[in-house]
C-alpha cells in the first residue's frame, strides 16, 4: 500500500536553528498538508499545499514557518528559528483529491528544540 | 469557528466486549465530512472511517460504525468485538466544505483495550 515517508523520524535541534523537516507524498497526490502534535495534546493543522501554493494556514503558521515542494516528489516543512515551544510530533499527509476524502498520513518526526 | 469535543480523555474495555467513544461538534455548515482517526503507540495517525453529512445513513467499516445525529451535532464510534490492537488514542475530527481540506480535530480518547 502506498505511503507517505516522513524523514528524519526524530531531529535534535538547538534552539534558535533552522530546521527542515522532509516528507515523500504518494505519488499522484496532489493536495498536502502539515500538522503538528505537541506530546499528549491534539492534533493541530499547520498549512495546507496545492498547485505549488498554500490554500490555507493557521495561526500557527507564522512568518517562521515555510513550506515548499522543490522537485515534484519532496514537499517540506521549514522552521527558521527554532523555540523550545516548537517542541512536538511533526505530521505530513496528502490526498489525491480534495474534499473529504480522507487523507494518508506519514509516520511523523518528533523535533525536539533542547 | 468549528469546534470538535470528545469528552471522553479515557476509556477502557475487556477484550470482545463492545464500546462506544462520544464526539460532538460545532459548525455552521451543512455539508461537511467527519473522521476517526486511531493513533497506536506508534503515532502513524490510521484513518477509521468517514462519514459525509449529507448521508444519513451511518457508515460501517467492519467492527467500527458510527452513531451520526446531525441535529445534535454528534458522531460518535462504536468498536464491537473489542482488540487488544484497538488499543491507542482515538481522535474525531471535522472537515468542513472549503476545498483545502483542513481537519479540526477532538482532543483525543485514549482507549485500553484489557485481556
Known amino acids: 500500500e502506498p505511503e507517505v515517508t516522513q524523514t528524519p523520524s526524530h531531529q535534535v535541534t538547538q534552539m534558535g536553528q533552522e530546521v527542515i523537516l522532509r516528507c515523500v507524498p504518494i505519488?499522484?497526490?496532489?493536495?498536502f498538508y502539515w500538522y503538528r502534535q505537541i506530546l499528549g495534546q491534539k492534533v493541530e493543522f499547520l498549512v495546507s499545499f496545492y498547485n505549488n501554493e498554500i490554500s490555507e494556514k493557521s495561526e500557527i503558521f507564522d512568518d517562521q514557518f515555510s513550506v515548499e515542494r522543490p522537485d515534484g516528489s519532496n514537499f517540506t516543512l521549514k522552521i527558521r528559528s527554532t523555540k523550545l515551544e516548537d517542541s512536538a510530533m511533526y505530521f505530513c499527509?496528502?490526498?489525491?483529491?480534495?474534499?473529504?476524502?480522507?487523507?494518508?498520513f506519514g509516520s511523523g518526526t518528533r523535533l525536539t528544540v533542547v | 469557528a468549528q469546534t470538535v469535543t470528545q469528552s471522553q480523555p479515557e476509556m477502557s474495555v475487556q477484550e470482545a466486549e463492545t464500546v462506544t467513544l462520544s464526539c460532538t461538534y460545532d459548525?455552521?455548515?451543512?455539508?461537511?465530512?467527519l473522521f476517526w482517526y486511531k493513533q497506536p503507540p506508534s503515532r502513524q495517525m490510521i484513518l477509521v472511517i468517514r462519514?459525509?453529512?449529507?448521508?444519513?445513513q451511518n457508515a460501517t467499516e467492519n467492527r467500527f460504525s458510527v452513531n451520526f445525529q446531525k441535529a445534535a451535532k454528534s458522531f460518535s464510534l462504536k468498536i464491537s468485538d473489542s482488540q487488544l490492537g484497538d488499543t491507542a488514542m482515538y481522535f474525531c475530527a471535522f472537515m468542513g466544505s472549503s476545498n483545502t481540506g483542513k481537519l479540526i480535530f477532538g482532543q483525543g480518547t485514549t482507549l485500553q483495550v484489557k485481556p
Open positions: 459548525t455552521s455548515e451543512s455539508n461537511y465530512y
Open positions: 462519514q459525509e453529512a449529507y448521508k444519513q
Open positions: 499527509a496528502s490526498s489525491e483529491r480534495e474534499g473529504g476524502y480522507g487523507y494518508t
Open positions: 505519488s499522484n497526490h496532489l493536495y
